[in-house]
């Protein structure tokens, strides 16, 4: 029998960013009856198997009324291999146009098996050697550090500052890492309610990005899954709506805003790019030969989930989230309030707890003066029944992090007052044991 050691695999397998989704899903499955409030699933309230039926129904419809296919090509689009940048296209290029504000020429994009694939397909593309680096706002999603360590980029993390990146850190990674011989490459940026901190970049912090972008010769990738969810603030204009020079890299996912089963994403990369033959295409082209032999194409099937949904809702996500967004905002709304009145003297204005106080999104992180590891983590779903995440997984440097941020997106009410309930709990322990030790000394 053969055995291999991780020494002989690729170097990224004995990363903690690799094994991050895995142990959370794990903890989460040793302990089902704790309350979740770690993952950043879509509410499953909603969800109804009838409506895939439905979804796939109108696709076909759409095929055949809208487009004219005869029936034979109708069933070549579902049911065999297809085009390998996707079959749903011109509907995506419709939804940004209606929802964004983003015109694009549908070629630019590329359909992809979540948006994760999509992370995936730009940064394999963007590194070439070892001089390329990647810029990050941190704290960061982890699928992004991961897949990022997968095709060796290393990932300069950049400062979050008051308004969502702080943009002289930005600056200064860039000039730095030029002065190092290095070749920064983009800056990935989740401008809306990110994950995750739940920060959001106001408009004059979007316009200075896009400048800095422009002026030091950067793409910027921009990762967007819960800008519909917006609570009761104003939606800015995304970067892409505002990126008027091929700047922005635009990453899609619709496992909130449709639902996560499908694993249907898209990247809009209308960049252009010349080849060493001296025609010029688009990065989306590119994109595509990686996707050719990654996963050939994203199942048409799962795109004609996404491909109905979007017909029924004439394209346009953000009404069809009405309910949705209504219920995020509520739990929003309530984990803050439940917070405010379990740890009042944080309120009041005592350092020991705080939180910060997202509009919109999926997430809160909670600060406290005591350190929150995985440990901790297994601790509060076996004796408390509360799951949430170590902040500790949003960093790439292995420091100890005091914080944990908690998720709103699949709980009803009377979960989220029991999760907070168990959360003070096990918060209240904590403090008294440092208070404890800090008498012995
Ligand atoms: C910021 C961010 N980007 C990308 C993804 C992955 O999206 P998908 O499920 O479409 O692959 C997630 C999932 O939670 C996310 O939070």
Redesign the pocket.
């Known amino acids: 029998m053969v055995e291999l050691t991780t020494a002989e695999l690729h170097g990224a397998l004995e990363d903690s960013a690799l094994n991050s989704m895995n142990f959370l899903n794990e903890v989460a499955g040793h302990y089902p009856d704790a309350i979740q409030l770690a993952a950043?699933r879509p509410y499953e309230e909603f969800f109804d198997v009838a409506d895939i039926h439905r979804y796939l129904r109108l696709f076909c419809r759409h095929l055949s009324e809208k487009l004219g296919f005869p029936d034979e090509q109708v069933r070549r689009t579902v049911f065999q291999y297809g085009r390998t940048k996707g079959v749903i296209h011109d509907l995506v290029a419709t939804n940004l146009a209606l929802d964004e504000g983003v015109a694009v020429d549908p070629e630019s994009i590329v359909v992809t098996v979540?948006?994760?694939e999509a992370?995936f397909l730009v940064l394999r593309a963007l590194r070439t050697d070892e001089r390329d680096l990647l810029l990050a706002v941190s704290p960061t999603?982890v699928?992004l550090t991961g897949a990022a360590r997968l095709v060796d980029l290393p990932v300069r993390p950049v400062a979050s500052g008051e308004h969502g990146i702080d943009l002289d850190d930005l600056v200064r990674g860039i000039r730095q890492a030029r002065a190092a011989g290095r070749r920064p490459r983009a800056c990935y940026v989740?401008p809306d309610f990110a994950?995750p901190s739940g920060m959001s970049m106001d408009l004059p912090a979007r316009r200075r990005l896009l400048e800095v972008a422009g002026d030091e010769n950067i793409l910027l990738l921009e990762?967007n899954?819960y800008g519909l969810f917006h609570g009761d603030a104003e939606r800015l204009p995304t970067l892409k709506a505002m990126d008027e020079s091929r700047q922005v890299v635009y990453l899609g996912?619709f496992?909130k805003s449709v639902l996560?089963g499908v694993r249907v994403?898209y990247v809009v990369a209308d960049q252009r790019v010349a080849a060493a033959d001296g025609t010029v295409g688009l990065l989306a082209d590119q994109l595509s030969k990686i996707k050719s032999m990654l996963t050939v194409n994203t199942a048409p099937i799962a795109q004609a989930v996404v491909g109905g949904k979007l017909v029924e809702q004439n394209c346009s996500l953000a009404k069809a989230n009405t309910r949705e967004r209504a219920v995020y905002a509520g739990n929003l709304r309530r984990v803050l309030d439940g917070l405010a009145q379990r740890f009042p003297h944080a309120a009041n204005g005592s350092a020991e707890v705080s939180w910060t106080a997202p509009a919109g999104g999926f997430f809160v992180v909670v600060t406290v003066p005591f350190v929150v590891d995985d440990s901790l983590l297994e601790r509060s779903a076996r004796d408390y029944g509360v799951l949430w995440t170590p902040m500790r997984h949003f960093y790439d440097d292995g420091a100890a992090v005091r914080a944990l941020r908690l998720s709103c997106s699949t709980v009803t009410a009377t979960e989220i007052d029991a999760g907070l309930d168990r959360l003070a709990a096990l918060v209240g322990d904590e403090l008294r044991r440092i208070q404890a030790t800090a008498e012995l000394l």
Do not use: F, H, T
Request: hydrophobic residues 20%.
């Open positions: 950043g979540g948006c994760q992370i999603y699928g989740m994950n990762d899954p996912s496992a996560p994403g």
